[in-house]
C-alpha cells in the first residue's frame, strides 16, 4: 500500500531547458552547439549533480574546451543556467493534492549545489516531508544505492512509496531499489490516477 510519493524535481515540478538558457545568452546555432555538448552535455554537469564540483566552478573548468569567442556566453549560460527552472504547469496543484490527500510527499533528484538556491522558489524545503539531492550524497540515479540510502535516510518502506520521474533509467533504478514507480510524461491526472489505484 503506497503511503508516501517520492519525486524528482526536473522536468516532473521543474521545466529544465537548456534550449531556454542558450537561447537567451548565445547569438548563433554554431556557439549553441559548442556551448549544448561542452556545457549542458559535458562531463561537469553529472559532476556537479553527483557533488564532487561546485556550480561555481563549472565555467572556469569547461571553458578550456570552448573557443575564447564563445567565453561570455558560456559563463552566462554556466552562471544563469537556473533560469530555465520554471515550475511546470499543474506542478504546484498536484504536490498540493498529494499532501491534502494525505500520502508523506518527499523530492529525490539528481541536482547541483544551486538547487537550494532556485528551489524554494517553487514551494519551501519545509512543505516536503524530506528533500533529498544527489549532491548532498555523492551519489546519482538510477544507482541502486541512491534510492536506498533515501529510504534509509527518511525510515521508509520501498513497498510503501511510488516514485515519480520523467526517465525510464530512472524508474528502473527506483523499481530495482523496491519503489513503486511511475514514469511521468506530463500528465499529473495520470499520475494521480497512479497513485490512487496502487493505494
Known sequence: MIKNVVLDMGNVLLDFRPEFVMDEFCSSEEEKDVIRRELFNGPEWALGDKGEIKDKDRYDLVKKRVPEKYHRALKNCADKWDICMTPIEGAREFCEQVKES???????????????????????????????????????????????TFLSKYGLNGDECLFIDDREDNVAGAKA??????????DYKAAFEFLKKNS
Open 102 to 148: 494525505g500520502y508523506g510527499i518527499y523530492v529525490l533528484s539528481n541536482a547541483s549545489d544551486l538547487f537550494y538556491t532556485y528551489f524554494p522558489k517553487f514551494l519551501p524545503l519545509d512543505f516536503f516531508n524530506g528533500v533529498f539531492v544527489s549532491a548532498d550524497y555523492l551519489m546519482l540515479k538510477p544507482d541502486v544505492e541512491i534510492y536506498k
Open 177 to 186: 531499489a523496491g519503489l513503486n514507480a511511475f514514469r511521468f510524461e506530463g
